[in-house]
């Protein structure tokens, strides 16, 4: 990655759907570059220019989780933050916001 974009997506694969948003993001005036996990090692250990934010979008639960840890331990913003990337991929932690926040829900017993 040779310039810095304002927006990196994060993905597991190019589908269409961050073709999209790759153009959509394009054609907002930003700079935006996909990014696969073997290609953030210059930024996350400060050999490249920050961008401004990561949009995550991997594919694989625990390569979403670890994109979001590592990038926020870089300071660099992610959408979404690794506590709701954590609370999304939890079930049960879900289900705890959820009737903490009043929000309908299938009951789940949480031991």
Same mark, same amino acid.
């Given at each position: 990655m040779s310039d810095t974009?304002?927006?990196l997506v994060s993905v597991t694969l190019v589908r269409p759907e961050e073709r999209l948003l790759l153009r959509a993001l394009r054609a907002?005036? @930003?700079?935006?570059?996909?990014v696969t996990p073997r290609h953030t090692a210059a930024i996350l250990n400060g050999g490249a220019p920050p961008?401004?934010?990561v949009l @995550?979008?991997?594919v694989s639960h625990?390569? $979403?989780a670890a994109m979001s840890d590592r990038f926020e331990q870089a300071g660099v913003p992610t @959408?979404?933050?690794p506590r709701a990337v954590r @609370?999304? $991929?939890a079930k049960d932690l879900q289900a705890i916001a959820f009737?903490?926040?009043g929000v309908p829900h299938p009951t789940s017993p949480v031991a």
């Open positions: 974009a304002d927006v907002t005036g @930003l700079t935006a570059q996909p961008p401004r934010m @995550l979008r991997n625990r390569e $979403l @959408l979404n933050s @609370l999304c $991929l009737a903490r926040h």
